[in-house]
């Protein structure tokens, strides 16, 4: 554990060096618009809109949420990481000290958790928000909010929570159709006794 600690040390202090004024100025903003998982439920809306991706649009908002109670109701107090600027203070920040513990990156695991969802209902679509996931979690560490390792586990996280969601709505949709199906069965045997 050491061992990774100093390593995620390293490429944390290595990304300050790569600072520059682009960077300073769009990262906080990716950072800001994943903040909450807000620009993925905006997709999630968005999906919900055309009929052939309602289920991918409320699959998202379902995503998000798993994502939040697996990262931070359940692993963030249970492992409670402190993040790099509680570590090192002296490094100066782009944004406002973030609260609570580091891992796993919250903004990470909603962002891919939500990607994936939409890479599922269309690949098209899923690809740049695959990017913009991967960029959420690169401005978590070159804010100095996490470490690396936190946001490869949100990363993880994040596509499991979503790969999740699908069996479970696919399942749910199985045992409705099969409800259905059977009430639909058992009314018809009814209606041919009565004639």
């Known amino acids: 554990m050491e061992a990774i ?18 960077l300073d100025f769009i990262m906080p903003i990716i950072s800001l618009i994943s903040d909450g ?13 055309p009929r052939r991706y309602r ?10 949420g798993l994502s939040y109670v697996v990262g931070s109701m359940i692993l963030k107090p249970l492992v409670a990481r ?15 000290k973030p609260d609570g513990f580091s891992f796993p990156s919250g903004h990470t695991i909603a962002a891919f958790a939500g990607a994936t969802v ?15 996931a991967a960029l959420v979690g690169f401005s978590r560490i070159y804010l100095f909010a996490h470490f690396l390792t936190d946001t490869l586990a949100g990363a993880v996280l994040g596509i499991l929570c979503a790969i999740a969601m699908a069996l479970l709505f696919r399942l ?14 058992r009314h018809r045997g009814k209606h041919y006794d009565i004639s």
């Open 5 to 22: 600690q100093l390593w995620d040390q390293s490429i944390s202090f290595g990304l300050q060096n790569i600072h520059n004024p682009f």
């Open 37 to 49: 998982g807000i620009i993925w439920m905006v997709f999630g809306a968005a999906l919900c809109i």
């Open 55 to 64: 289920k991918y649009g409320i699959m998202v908002f379902f995503a998000i």
């Open 82 to 96: 402190p993040r790099p600027c509680d570590l090192f203070p002296n490094v100066p920040l782009l944004t406002d």
């Open 118 to 132: 939409i890479w599922m209902a269309n690949w098209r679509f899923g690809i740049p928000a695959l990017v913009l």
């Open 172 to 185: 749910a949709l199985f045992l409705f159709r099969r409800i259905r199906g059977d009430k639909r069965g």
